[in-house]
């Protein structure tokens, strides 16, 4: 008769500590779950907390949205812009 009370056992991490263990800024992070590419939730009221859930982060999240950096070499003596 009693309130059935569940226990969330599912641990999260912080924008800092996700931002530390990846070597990105908070920035980053923030940004990553702005445009949707990283998992995570809102706790509190209005803009609230946002945590990351551990089991939904892989070694690095994000990287099937990168495109790889291409970069142009210029020889030495070349024509400069």
């Not at 530390?20 to 445009?35: F, L, S």
């Not at 590419?37 to 990287?63: E, Q, Y």
Request: hydrophobic residues 35%; contains cysteine.
């Amino acid at each position: 008769m009693g309130r059935r009370v569940e226990v969330v056992t599912k641990k999260y991490m912080s924008v800092r500590e996700y931002a530390a263990r990846h070597m990105v800024c908070a920035a980053t992070v923030y940004a990553m779950c702005a445009q949707g590419t990283l998992p995570h939730v809102r706790l509190g009221v209005g803009r609230g907390t946002i945590r990351i859930p551990v089991d939904a982060v892989g070694s690095d999240p994000g990287t099937e949205t990168r495109q790889p950096e291409v970069f142009e070499t210029r020889q030495p003596g070349g024509a400069s812009c």
